[in-house]
C-alpha cells in the first residue's frame, strides 16, 4: 500500500519561500505520476503541479508558473514543491498525490483529482498579506 506524508507547511508573509515534502513509501514501480494538489476554503481541489518518476518536464498550474518548483529524490522516495514569491491567494490545504504505476503524466490530464489513486493528509499553508 503506497503511503503520501506531506510536510513543510506552515505561516509565511506575502514574498516569502516554503518548501514542501512528501515521503513515498510502499511503491512497487518506479513510474507513477506524482502531483502537488491544493484546496481552499470554500473552493475546488486543484492541481498545482505534476511530475513523472520515470523521468519527463514537468507540468504547472498557469497560476503558479516561474514560482513554484516540483522535484523528486527518487534515491529518497522524496517529492518536493519549493514555493517562492508567496501570495495570499496561495493559502490553502497541499496534498500530495500519487497514480501509478503508470506510463506518463500527460499534459492534457495531470491536473485531473481522479487520476490518482493515493493521496496523503496535507500540509497547512498560509501567506499573510
Known amino acids: 500500500q503506497v503511503q503520501l506524508v506531506e510536510s513543510g507547511g506552515g505561516s509565511v508573509q506575502t514574498g516569502g519561500s516554503l518548501r514542501l515534502s512528501c515521503a513515498v513509501s510502499?511503491?512497487?514501480?518506479?513510474?507513477?505520476?506524482m502531483g502537488w494538489f491544493r484546496q481552499a476554503p470554500g473552493k475546488e481541489r486543484e492541481g498545482v503541479a505534476a511530475?513523472?518518476?520515470?523521468?519527463?518536464?514537468?507540468f504547472y498550474a498557469d497560476s503558479v508558473k516561474a514560482r513554484f518548483t516540483i522535484s523528486q529524490d527518487l534515491a529518497n522516495n522524496t517529492l518536493y514543491l519549493e514555493m517562492n514569491t508567496l501570495k495570499p491567494e496561495d493559502t490553502a490545504m497541499y496534498y500530495c498525490?500519487?497514480?501509478?504505476?503508470?506510463?506518463?503524466?500527460?499534459?492534457?490530464?495531470?491536473?485531473?483529482?481522479?487520476?490518482?489513486?493515493?493521496w496523503g493528509q496535507g500540509t497547512q499553508v498560509t501567506v499573510s498579506s
Open positions: 498525490a500519487a497514480e501509478g504505476p503508470t506510463i506518463g503524466c500527460y499534459s492534457g490530464s495531470w491536473y485531473w483529482m481522479q487520476r490518482y489513486n493515493y
Open positions: 510502499g511503491v512497487t514501480s518506479s513510474r507513477y505520476c
Open positions: 511530475v513523472y518518476t520515470g523521468g519527463a518536464n514537468p
